[in-house]
């Protein structure tokens, strides 16, 4: 997925950054892509159902976070993820 790899090196605050929460957001996010296209096609795999529905909750958590910190980065960050229509 190079479109990740993109976004990671846009709000990477350093080379090695994974722990920001803008970068956090972005890798749960593909893993959240992932587990959606698997759920997709097993459909009774309710023990990774239920990782996604907790990832899914952290995700938002996070981009509350942010919401809360500082609006137009929230903005930015999910129009980039695409997670808003």
């Known amino acids: 997925m ?5 976004l ?6 350093h080379k090695e950054d994974t722990g920001s929460t803008s970068v956090q957001i ?4 593909e893993r ?3 587990l959606s296209d698997h ?3 097993h ?3 309710f023990d990774s159902r239920r990782g996604l529905l907790k990832m899914v909750g952290h995700r938002r958590a996070l981009l ?5 910190r500082d609006i137009k980065h929230y ?3 999910i129009n980039d993820l695409g997670l808003r229509k």
């Open 64 to 68: 509350n976070y942010i919401r809360q």
């Open 39 to 41: 759920l997709k096609s």
């Open 32 to 34: 959240i892509n992932d």
């Open 8 to 13: 990671l090196k846009k709000y990477q605050t």
């Open 75 to 77: 903005e930015v960050l």
């Open 43 to 45: 459909k009774k795999d």
């Open 2 to 6: 190079p479109e990740a790899t993109q």
């Open 26 to 29: 972005i890798l749960l996010t």
